[in-house]
């Protein structure tokens, strides 16, 4: 997986398209937002196998198969992409931290965009990269 030679203009599009998107589960949702940016910036669709089959918080655990960590854990690594330390991260780089929602706190998947990483939310909500509690590099290193 290697990033496009655009790609800081490719993530720009792609945050600037998700803010006003709705939280959807299998449109606008953590996963798929992250693995949208992904898409645009190596042409490699991380969610190949997800798209398309849940439309509910249920739906989404259910196609998961377990907790988010180690299903985000096992399908980086089977794409090659290296779990970083926080401060490893770059931009680009998709990241896991906890986001504030209807239900308290909740594990999310976000990307990184510089000292903040953007979450799917009804449109995004972008959170501190001090939050994050770890990163995987997307094309690169």
């Not at 330390?85 to 896991?96: F, H, K, N, S």
Request: proline share 5%; glycine share 14%; charged share 25%.
């Amino acid at each position: 997986m290697k990033r496009k030679p655009d790609w800081p203009q490719i993530v720009a599009r792609e945050i600037e398209a998700a803010l006003g998107r709705p939280f959807s589960y299998g449109r606008h949702d953590c996963c798929l937002f992250a693995a949208d940016v992904a898409l645009a910036m190596t042409g490699i669709d991380l969610a190949k196998g997800l798209r398309g089959r849940y439309r509910t918080a249920a739906g989404a655990d259910k196609v998961l198969g377990g907790p988010l960590y180690r299903f985000i854990g096992a399908l980086m690594k089977r794409h090659g992409c290296r779990r970083l330390r926080p401060a490893l991260v770059q931009c680009g780089d998709i990241v896991y931290g906890r986001v504030s929602g209807e239900d308290g706190d909740i594990p999310a998947l976000g990307v990184c965009i510089g000292r903040q990483a953007a979450f799917a939310s009804d449109g995004l909500v972008f959170v501190p990269m001090s939050a994050i509690k770890c990163g995987w590099a997307i094309g690169h290193g």
